[in-house]
């Protein structure tokens, strides 16, 4: 059975950073590309990284480039998204997710189509 589950999220100020943390379990995880997806109350899910198996190249949504990034282990399974200078707007859900399909790379980035396995969230809150 294929388990995605996040860690790491909480309740900051802005400014300031957090590191979140995704575990997968019951799959070949190091041959799928690795998201990171965040909702807000009342908005559609949206892209915020994503990583390809081999971490030969990631992807970022232009809205947290320059400020998160996406990295993965393989050796230790986990993915992480390093969250700086957080922004009240960064406020959210924040899910992890793997592509089933093995050794792809994205023409763009992705969107949650592309993804197949999805973890519960965690919750994010930035406070200004």
């Known amino acids: 059975q294929v388990q995605v589950v996040e860690s790491g999220g909480g309740l900051v100020q802005a400014g300031d950073s957090l590191r979140l943390s995704c575990a997968a379990s019951?799959?070949?995880?190091?041959?799928?590309?690795m998201g990171w997806f965040r909702q807000a109350p009342g908005k559609e899910r949206e892209f915020v990284a994503a990583i390809t198996w081999n971490s030969g190249r990631t992807y970022y949504a232009d809205s947290v480039k320059g400020r998160f990034t996406i990295s993965r282990d393989n050796a230790r399974n986990p993915v992480y998204l390093q969250m700086n200078s957080l922004e009240p707007e960064d406020t959210a859900v924040y899910y992890c997710a793997a592509d089933r399909r093995a050794w792809r790379s994205y023409s763009s980035n992705p969107d949650v189509t592309d993804f197949t396995y999805w973890g519960q969230g965690t919750q994010v809150t930035v406070s200004s």
């Open positions: 019951g799959g070949t995880f190091s041959v799928m590309n």
